[in-house]
């Protein structure tokens, strides 16, 4: 594997330079009471099926905005910022929740499953949606974050799974230092057992949680559990994962495919119903032909980049996240690409499992020991002992960009290791016990209302306005065609597009 960080030359700095990024960001529609928003997605943000940059997560209540392909990571960030400068100006009185963990809800079965319409793809999207309500509730499926996708000129697809192994063994410092989710509102845990601690009424908390969205209360599953899916290459991962999508898991046969007056529950009773029901905090992916399986996809053209996704809506910020996070996720990316990497094991896999919830739940209490080899190590001492070796690597980043911020990204993480109160998950308890009584809505809600006005604030051209404009038009013509297309009954397009063969090379792809 070539080693990244070696020489200032030519070579190297075309490289570092060469990195691409996107970011994907999920946000609830809020009322101003801090309760979600029940009103459909809204006409002026075009359809949610097949707009460039605004769609729906789960929930028809749950906003994604999503950037194209960046060289630098200033203009990613200014491209979020103007997709979600038009979508609050969309939204009237509603708002974007600015946390990972969500505002509050209604009844499990009242929240909203997303809806794209008449096509078979649009009603396949749903049924998967209504299949992860019926597995994991769909409170949990509202929790929100931000997707770093990442990628490295030449980066074959050995190398991208060496990158993944290590990214997993040290996922436990980006969740400590950008963590945002130490507490919730209790509606998101009525009725189920859980670990937190009351701050008051209305709030649960951890004292010393960073991400309670990546602990045991978020995208947690006991079925998935049982999937040591190992990435010690594309072609192990992708039997773990066809196994999974093939396989009948008895819990979900006990569910059935459909309800009794024949309406779909799931897509399917197999462990995973699609690739994209697979939970981590990092992932391989590929960019998908129309109709094709991811995994078909991966297992014939390779790895194309990594999607991040372990990041929280940072409340504090504007949209959710900063230029320096990127920042240093670049060199931590880069950290993760070049270093050995040995194979995982089934004993490692579950090791980097308690690290994550530990580093999720106690990540900032002092002394908190992490599973390292065969023995352990204190958080904070293991974080430095990482971030001691990205200092090289911001060098190289900052000399092939002419800037000192890679090198900066790299000291404001060893500062927060040294100083727990910094981080953004301490910030946020701060915030909510001494300015909001305890409440962790109210502080939300409150920031909610300033980031929605700072967005208000920013100026948009008339030819700004009218190209958003045209794009939503666009992608509800889109939608229409695509419904005006089909022509496969629904029962056989899915059959189809869920056949086992489709997973592996060369199937025929699925029409409309």
């Not at 949610?48 to 028809?60: G, K, R, V, W, Y």
């Not at 059959?495 to 060369?506: D, I, N, T, V």
Request: aromatic share 8%; with cysteine.
């Amino acid at each position: 594997m070539d080693n990244y960080s070696k020489g200032p030359g030519l070579v190297a700095r075309m490289r570092l330079t060469g990195i691409r990024r996107g970011l994907e960001k999920e946000s609830l529609r809020s009322q101003a009471d801090g309760r979600l928003a029940m009103t459909p997605h809204p006409a002026a943000l075009g359809s949610a099926l097949t707009h460039p940059h605004i769609t729906t997560d789960f929930s028809e209540s749950q906003l994604e905005l999503i950037t194209g392909v960046h060289a630098g990571v200033e203009a990613c960030m200014d491209e979020l910022t103007r997709v979600q400068q038009f979508t609050v100006r969309a939204l009237g009185d509603e708002m974007l929740w600015v946390s990972s963990m969500p505002c509050g809800l209604p009844a499990d079965d009242d929240i909203p499953l997303g809806q794209y319409g008449t096509s078979n793809v649009g009603r396949a999207k749903t049924v998967y949606r209504s299949g992860l309500g019926c597995r994991y509730g769909r409170r949990m499926q509202t929790i929100s974050g931000i997707h770093y996708n990442w990628s490295m000129p030449e980066a074959s697809s050995e190398a991208y799974f060496g990158l993944i192994r290590n990214f997993r063994r040290h996922a436990f410092l980006p969740l400590y230092l950008f963590g945002a989710s130490p507490a919730v509102c209790s509606t998101f845990v009525a009725g189920r057992a859980h670990q937190l601690q009351p701050l008051n009424q209305g709030t649960m908390y951890l004292p010393y949680a960073t991400s309670l969205r990546m602990g045991r209360l978020g995208y947690q599953s006991d079925a998935q559990a049982s999937l040591a899916v190992s990435y010690n290459s594309l072609g192990g991962y992708a039997a773990s994962l066809q196994q999974a999508l093939t396989q009948p898991y008895a819990a979900y046969e006990a569910m059935g495919v459909k309800a009794p007056d024949g309406s779909y529950r799931q897509l399917q009773t197999t462990l995973l119903q699609i690739e994209n029901e697979f939970y981590g905090t990092i992932r391989p992916k590929r960019v998908i032909f129309p109709g094709e399986r991811p995994l078909h996809a991966l297992r014939e053209r390779g790895v194309e980049y990594v999607e991040v996704r372990l990041m929280d809506l940072n409340p504090f910020e504007p949209v959710g996240i900063t230029a320096q996070t990127l920042r240093f996720l670049d060199v931590f990316l880069l950290h993760c690409l070049q270093s050995d990497s040995p194979d995982d094991t089934p004993q490692e896999i579950a090791a980097i499992g308690r690290n994550q919830h530990r580093a999720a739940e106690r990540g900032r209490e002092p002394g908190l020991e992490l599973e390292k080899g065969q023995g352990s190590m204190a958080l904070t001492a293991w974080g430095m002992e990482i971030v001691q070796a990205l200092k090289p690597i911001a060098a190289q980043l900052d000399a092939a960009h002419a800037t000192q911020d890679y090198s900066r990204a790299v000291a404001d993480a060893e500062y927060a290791l040294l100083h727990p109160d910094s981080t953004p998950s301490a910030r946020v308890l701060k915030a909510v016990q001494e300015e909001f009584d305890g409440s962790f809505v109210a502080f939300v809600r409150a920031q909610s209302v300033r980031t929605r006005q700072a967005m208000l604030d920013l100026p948009m051209s008339e030819q700004e306005v009218a190209e958003w404009a045209r794009m939503s038009a666009q992608s509800l013509q889109d939608q229409a065609d695509i419904e005006a297309a089909d022509t496969m009954p629904f029962d056989i397009y899915l059959q189809e597009y869920l056949s086992p063969r489709r997973l592996l090379a060369k199937p025929v792809l699925v029409s409309a």
